[in-house]
Each structure stands twice: as C-alpha cells, then as structure tokens.
C-alpha cells in the first residue's frame, strides 16, 4: 500500500491506482473458468462477467431446477408410498435430488439479486487497490482440482451401478435392454409417474448429472469466493507490512524514519473498512448457500460411513467406491470450512503488524484501526446461525460422529 498525505474519502482505500478490469487476476476474470463452466450446467442466468440479465440463460435455468425439483418430489412421494419404513440409505436419494433443487434455486436467486451487486463491489475494490496477485490462479486450482476429481467420482459412481447391472443381468446383451434395466435401477421414481419412455432417457441422465455437478459446484463456488475475500485482506495486510518495515528498518539502521502519519493510517483504516462491508454483502449473498453447502456434507458423510458398516454384504468395487468417495467427501468439507474460515484469519491478521507500529508513528489513527480490527465481526456465516472458523471444522467432526451412533442404532 503506497503512503498518502492527502485526506481519503469514505470507502476509498490507500493505494495505487489499479490496473484495468482486464487484469487477469481481476476479480472478474479470476472467476471467469469455474463460472463458465458453471453456466453450461444451468447455474446464474445472468452475465458471469458484468451480471446483466440474460433471458436464455434464464430459460435454461428455471427449465433444468423445475426438472431437478420434480424429480425430488417424484423420489419422496416413492419412498413415502411404500408400505414399509422408508430404508436410512434408500432414502439418501431423495435428499439428493432436493439438496440439488434447492442449490439449484438459489444459484437462480443469486443471480437475479446478488450477482451484479457482487461484481460492482469486488470491482471497486479491484480499481482502488489494485487485483489481488495470484487471485486467478489460485481459484483455477481449486476449479481444476476439485472439478477433476468430482468427474472421476461421478465415473466410478456409474460403473458401480453399470458394473451391478451386467452381474444381475448376465442376458442382456442389446443396448436397448442395457438402457432399459439402467433406467428401470437408477430413475424408478420417474417410471412410477410416466413409465419407461426411452426419448426421456437422456433428459433424465442429463438432469442426474446436473445435480451432481451442482453439489460439487456450491462447494467450489464458497471456496472461490472465500479465497477472493481472504486474498483481498491479505493484499491490505500486505501492503501496511510492507510500509512499516520500510519504517522499522530506516529506525533500526540509526537513519531518521520518514513516518507514515496520520493520513496514513486513516486511509488505511477506511480501506479495511470498506473490506468489511465488501465481507458483510458476500456473506449476506451466500450465508443460506453455505448453510445448506454444510447441512448437506454433515448428511451424506453421516451416511457414507454407515453404507460402509455393510461390510461383507458390499462387493469390492462397491466398496471401493464407497472408500473414495467419503474420502472426497471429508476432503471437501474441510476445503468448504477452512478457506471460508480464512476470511476471519485474514482479517485479523493486520492486528500483529498494527502492534509492531513504532512508537513515534502511534497516534490516535492508529488506535482507532487496532480497536476496530480487535471487535470488527468479520466472518462468512451459515443463514447467520453460526460463524464458519477453523474451531468449527471440530465442532463437524464432533457433530458427524454423534449422529452417527445414533444412526447405527436406527439402522
């Protein structure tokens, strides 16, 4: 953060005068793969990289969560009619298809009402301060990675399933017949509504796939925005470091420190201000997103792992599915908690450089941004019920294993 003398004005933050938006680790640009990605599956109907309405997208949107929502409803309506209690494990598929109609939704309400006010907020930032370096790569990564290894779960997860069914049926041999008893296995929700057509085949399968991306792509999306808001935190902390240093360094050196004074600090103080705000609008966007992203993982961890208390009755590669996939599963969760709790431990992290302020540099500014860091409440949060740190990834693991015990004993 370059020093200034001149008074700032109220969100302004101190710095150089940022590069244009086309900087690649602009915000905006930073976003750019995982979004794109996310749009060909149906997720924001608006403008990725300016956040204007866009009617085809929007048509593409509400056609897929309306099919995504019937087919939750057709799976509870099917395990609700049976005439014995619905089985724990058997009923994993109806949360599924509702987890994703409902992050499906508010995906479509994101970009309706957030999105745009997203964007303008990171661009200001990214125009006062300067991108964030780093900022694209480190989201590509986290795509890439996460994307990756999803599509290979997603793959192992139907050659179990189609790997069953050739076992089950060894005298199907037609591709009709291996597409009919796929589809008898894996959709009899929507067989019990409209029967078997095949033209509805790929429609369904489309739909199977566009849920499970979604619940893989609300993840990544709370990861991507956690580190763009902690990385924003880091570049100011950054910055000031680098500045006092510079301070320390000529005192200790025995030479006459030019200090930063108060115009300085105050810049800077008004700069952490407005990173505050830039949290608290990213928070109210995502907190029912995270909620849901948390309440959804807690779920399916606690029944993976009593899928695999079926021990002897499970064939090896269905166990070795089931092993993979709660190993992803923990992996990610942690992934969701850690790098949305870095935007607590980021914006505290300017407390250690505040207190290293040399004593001929301390004024009232100065006091008035450490009192500010010490009680601001900078933190993402589930539906504002609970704040996301690296405590709560404990408090998961805690969680998961109660509900476990008293699975077991249901089971």
Same mark, same amino acid.
């Given at each position: ?58 048509? +593409? ?46 995906? +479509?309400?994101?970009?309706?009402? !957030? !999105? ?20 694209? =790569? ?76 979604? !619940? ?7 990861? #991507? ?6 990385? =924003? ?25 030019? /200090? ?11 700069? +952490? ?6 949290? =608290? ?33 499970? =064939? ?34 300017? /407390?250690?450089?505040?207190? #290293? ?17 010490? #009680?601001?409440?900078?933190? /993402? ?25 008293? /699975?077991?004993?249901?089971?």
């Amino acid at each position: 953060m370059a020093r200034r003398t001149d008074d700032d004005d109220g969100d302004r933050g101190a710095g150089t005068t940022a590069p244009a938006d086309e900087h690649p680790d602009a915000f905006a640009n930073a976003m750019r793969f995982p979004l794109r990605v996310g749009q060909a599956l149906s997720v924001l109907p608006v403008d990725a990289m300016t956040g204007a309405r866009s009617r085809p997208r929007a048509v +593409y949107s509400v056609v897929t969560n309306v099919g995504l929502s019937l087919l939750a409803i057709l799976s509870a309506v099917m395990q609700l009619s049976k005439p014995k209690r619905p089985d724990l494990v058997e009923f994993m598929v109806v949360v599924f298809y509702t987890m994703a109609a409902i992050n499906s939704w508010l995906f +479509y309400r994101l970009g309706r009402r !957030w !999105w745009a006010a997203l964007l303008r907020a990171f661009r200001v930032q990214d125009r006062r301060q300067g991108p964030c370096p780093g900022l694209r =790569r480190k989201i590509f990564a986290i795509s890439s990675l996460l994307l990756g290894v999803s599509f290979v779960e997603h793959s192992l997860s139907e050659m179990t399933a189609v790997v069953g069914l050739s076992r089950a049926h060894p005298n199907a041999s037609s591709f009709s017949e291996c597409l009919e008893l796929y589809y008898y296995a894996n959709y009899p929700m929507v067989i019990m509504a409209v029967g078997y057509w095949p033209f509805m085949a790929p429609f369904a399968f489309m739909l199977n796939f566009v849920a499970t991306f979604l !619940w893989n792509f609300n993840d990544l999306f709370l990861m #991507s925005m956690g580190v763009a808001v902690a990385s =924003r935190f880091e570049f100011l902390r950054e910055s000031i470091e680098k500045d006092v240093g510079d301070v320390l360094d000529a005192k200790a050196a025995g030479t006459t420190p030019r /200090l930063l004074g108060k115009a300085y600090w105050r810049s800077a103080r008004r700069a +952490y201000n407005a990173l505050s705000k830039l949290a =608290r609008l990213v928070d109210q966007a995502l907190n029912v997103q995270l909620f849901v992203s948390f309440l959804n993982n807690l779920y399916f961890v606690c029944m993976q792992l009593l899928r695999g208390f079926d021990g002897p009755s499970v =064939r090896w590669w269905e166990s070795l599915y089931i092993l993979f996939s709660f190993g992803f599963l923990v992996v990610r969760t942690s992934a969701v908690c850690l790098m949305a709790a870095s935007v607590v431990e980021n914006s505290r992290s300017v /407390l250690g450089v505040l207190h #290293s302020v040399c004593s001929e540099d301390y004024n009232e500014e100065v006091h008035r941004f450490l009192v500010q860091v010490a #009680s601001d409440d900078v933190a /993402l949060t589930g539906l504002n019920m609970f704040k996301v740190t690296r405590g709560l990834l404990l408090t998961v693991a805690g969680t998961i294993l109660t509900y476990e015990v008293v /699975l077991v004993q249901l089971h």
